[in-house]
């Protein structure tokens, strides 16, 4: 599956964004997905991880009541809403996935995941 990150951009600190991750190929909702961020200088570490079918999430507890990941199966479609932004929350935003059964735990580290977008820059100014 190939995944494409958008949605990225600037924005004031206590503003909103939603990432979009568009996935091409077919039988999304066979796949968990999953966001991740590196900020420069800065490992890239996990955001938030949607289950196959939408119903088990799980995030970091950095952005734990600030985000919210869902997906639409339908439109072979994930998203990441962020509300309350941060300067901290300035960096590349990635979207993954991996093929999973549908009760698999979120997986939360990066080489779990299998197929990775190309991220998109999100920009928290103070």
């Known amino acids: 599956v190939q995944l494409q990150a958008s949605g990225g951009g600037l924005v004031q600190a206590g503003g909103s964004l939603r990432l979009s991750c568009a996935t091409s190929?077919?039988?999304?909702?066979?796949?968990?997905m999953g966001w991740f961020r590196q900020a420069p200088e800065k490992e890239r570490e996990f955001v938030a991880g949607?289950?196959?079918?939408?119903?088990?999430?799980s995030y970091a507890d950095l952005v734990k009541g600030r985000f919210t990941i869902s997906r639409d199966n339908a439109k072979n479609t994930g998203y990441l809403q962020m509300n309350s932004l941060k300067p901290e929350d300035t960096a590349v935003y990635y979207c993954?996935?991996?093929?999973?059964?549908?009760?698999?735990?979120?997986?939360?580290?990066?080489?779990?995941?299998?197929?990775w977008g190309q991220g998109t820059l999100v920009t928290v100014s103070s």
């Open positions: 993954a996935a991996i093929r999973t059964i549908m009760t698999a735990p979120i997986r939360t580290t990066m080489g779990e995941y299998e197929f």
């Open positions: 190929g077919r039988s999304f909702s066979n796949y968990m």
């Open positions: 949607i289950s196959r079918g939408g119903s088990t999430t």
